[in-house]
């Protein structure tokens, strides 16, 4: 299977906007899909099918593609943010890959 | 509402086995199929692999073949991990996340994980 490749980790300020990036070659032709985890807790999706947002998550919260690389984009970022966050994609054998995870941090 | 509610942590020595189970409810159990997602303490998710709920058949992620089994019982709304011989290495969360593949959600619904302690 094919690797996913997010940076380990990022701070940003409150208020300011974070953009984590994922990486892989099957992006051009495959969904990435988001996760948020906090520590104790089950994942979360926040994003899926590159772009859109499930019910109830908020709209500060968006993703978009570009060729190889997804973005996570986290505008107006507040404390309760703070997280791992992983982005998520299939290939065309049916198996799922999960990047390695990027640990936001809200200074 | 959609939950999928897993059984509780475990501690089990080397070469035991333990079954996990994941019960699902608020909606049609066999429409949507149940995913199996390894994190080991301070690591990353890892895929194990899915089991499609209208016919039972499993599917393995390459590294999750041979100790590993998915099984199901339908008339429970329920899905099942079982690991046998456990080493240390298997250490860790055990998730299972309901496929929304159909809707184009991914793994739309998560368990609360269940921690499996290997240690003698």
């Known amino acids: 299977s094919y690797e996913l490749t997010q940076p380990p980790s990022m701070s940003v300020s409150p208020g300011q906007t974070a953009r984590i990036t994922c990486s892989g070659d099957a992006l051009p032709k495959q969904y990435a899909y988001w996760y948020q985890q906090k520590p104790g807790q089950a994942p979360v999706l926040v994003i899926y099918?590159?772009?859109e947002r499930p019910s109830g998550i908020p709209e500060r919260f968006s993703g978009s593609s570009s060729g190889t690389i997804v973005t996570l984009t986290i505008s107006g970022v507040q404390a309760e943010d703070e997280a791992d966050y992983y982005c998520?994609?299939?290939?065309?054998?049916?198996?799922?890959?999960f990047g390695g995870g990027t640990k936001l941090t809200v200074l | 509402q959609v939950q999928l509610v897993q059984s509780g942590s475990e501690l089990k020595k080397p070469g035991a086995s333990v079954k996990v189970s994941c019960k699902a409810s608020g909606y049609t159990f066999t429409n949507y199929g149940i995913n199996w997602v390894r994190q080991a303490p301070g690591q990353g998710l890892e895929w194990m692999g899915w089991?499609?709920?209208?016919?039972?058949?499993?599917t393995y992620d390459q590294g999750f073949t041979g100790r590993f089994d998915f099984s199901l019982d339908t008339s429970v709304n329920t899905a099942y991990l079982q690991i046998t011989n456990l080493k240390a290495e298997d250490t860790a969360t055990y998730y299972c996340?309901?496929?929304?593949?159909?809707?184009?959600?991914?793994?739309?619904?998560w368990g609360q994980g269940t921690l499996v302690t290997v240690s003698s």
């Open positions: 996340a309901r496929d929304g593949t159909p809707a184009g959600t991914s793994f739309d619904y």
């Open positions: 998520q994609s299939g290939d065309s054998s049916g198996t799922w890959v």
């Open positions: 099918k590159d772009s």
């Open positions: 089991i499609d709920t209208s016919t039972g058949n499993p």
